[in-house]
């Protein structure tokens, strides 16, 4: 069965301080692969995928994710943090072939951000 | 677009009784999924639906069920409650599933007394 780890449950920044979370996830083919972003109280805003083609993938918020099938990583990374990047961030994958239909979440990563 | 919308945001009930969520799509989508998520367990998978059908089943008891309208809205219903049920129930939705970004509403927030 496929499945995701977020190794770090929290981490804490300096805003303006770079960011990189890391996701690995355990699958037998190229998965299909996401992070979602969640704010306290609220539901689960996309803020990037990866199907196929450029390992390096851009989102929403100025975030990017890099694939290496290597490593069997999806690792969400930001230059400079901003305090209002604070919330939990979930990666997650999605069987890319069958007809499994749901998203196998991570355990989520809280992020604090220092001003 | 108007984006998923989740009746009612909280909820309130004691052991033993049962409860009705509901979840409007993103209009033109066919997919919607449920979602458990608790402190304990984090995220789990409950139940897609896709055109009225069930495709898709998660690991849970036989209290939680759902259905499918012909307008795609969505309802989950939980049997007998027990307090490990207290949870945020988030629904999504897609256009059709696997490949499509699902996108997610604010959730339900359950609890058990």
């Known amino acids: 069965a496929q499945s995701v780890t977020q190794p770090d449950i929290h981490i804490t920044v300096s805003e303006g301080a770079s960011l990189e979370l890391r996701c690995n996830y355990s699958?037998?083919?190229?998965?299909?692969l996401f992070w979602y972003v969640q704010s306290p109280g609220q539901g689960l805003q996309l803020l990037l995928k990866?199907?196929?083609?450029?390992?390096l993938v851009q989102g929403i918020k100025g975030f990017e994710a890099e694939f290496k099938r290597s490593q069997s990583s999806f690792n969400l990374r930001k230059p400079s943090v901003h305090w209002s990047d604070a919330a939990e961030y979930f990666c997650?994958?999605?069987?890319?072939?069958?007809?499994?239909?749901?998203?196998?979440f991570g355990k989520g990563t809280l992020l604090t951000v220092n001003p | 677009k108007a984006g998923v919308t989740q009746t009612p945001r909280y909820l309130i009930k004691t052991r033993g009784q049962q409860v009705t969520l509901s979840c409007s799509p993103i209009?033109?989508?066919?997919?919607v999924s449920w979602y458990q998520q608790t402190p304990g367990q984090g995220l789990q998978f409950l139940f897609e639906?896709?055109?009225?059908?069930?495709?898709n089943k998660g690991n849970f008891p036989g209290r939680f069920s759902g259905r499918q309208f012909s307008n795609s809205r969505s309802e989950m219903n939980v049997s007998t409650l027990e307090l490990g049920d207290s949870a945020l129930y988030l629904c999504?939705?897609?256009?059709?599933?696997?490949?499509?970004?699902?996108?997610f509403g604010p959730g339900t927030r359950l609890t058990v007394l």
């Open positions: 997650a994958v999605v069987d890319s072939g069958g007809s499994n239909y749901k998203l196998t």
């Open positions: 639906y896709f055109s009225e059908t069930q495709r």
């Open positions: 699958y037998g083919a190229t998965p299909y």
């Open positions: 209009s033109g989508h066919r997919s």
């Open positions: 999504a939705s897609s256009d059709s599933g696997r490949t499509d970004t699902q996108y």
């Open positions: 990866y199907f196929s083609g450029d390992t």
